[in-house]
Nanobody, 120 residues
Framework: QVQLVESGGGLVQPGGALRLSCAAS????????MAWYRQAPGKERELVAR???????NYADSVGGRFTISGDNAKNLVSLQMNSLKPEDTAVYYC??????????????WGQGTLVTVSS
């Protein structure tokens, strides 16, 4: 099994910054990609940012230029630096990974979620 553990959520004022981290562990042969999704109250879960094992990144239009995703392949870590936060960024943020396991199966794994609240 593969587990994802997130950290770094919390309360921040508009215009502030937060950094989320996610560590993957378990039966990992190779991580193909890692991503951050978010789900605001009453809304569907949406992709925020994604990074592949080659370092290719893509972002939701709503966070482009404010958020930066980065990865450490050797440590199976992914981080999301969030700057210039807005109240509409308030959501539960979920780490996601597409993993090739040691059993050579492709699994999609989710973290438990971490709450980010942007409010004055």
């Amino acid at each position: 099994q593969v587990q994802l553990v997130e950290s770094g959520g919390g309360l921040v004022q508009p215009g502030g910054a937060l950094r989320l981290s996610c560590a993957a562990s378990g039966s990992i042969f190779r991580i193909n990609a890692m991503a951050w999704y978010r789900q605001a109250p009453g809304k569907e879960r949406e992709l925020v940012a994604r990074i592949t094992s080659y370092g290719t990144t893509n972002y939701a239009d709503s966070v482009g230029g404010r958020f930066t995703i980065s990865g450490d392949n050797a440590k199976n870590l992914v981080s999301l630096q969030m700057n210039s936060l807005k109240p509409e960024d308030t959501a539960v943020y979920y780490c996601n990974s597409n993993v090739l396991t040691t059993a050579l199966t492709n699994d999609v794994v989710w973290g438990q979620g971490t709450l980010v609240t942007v409010s004055s």
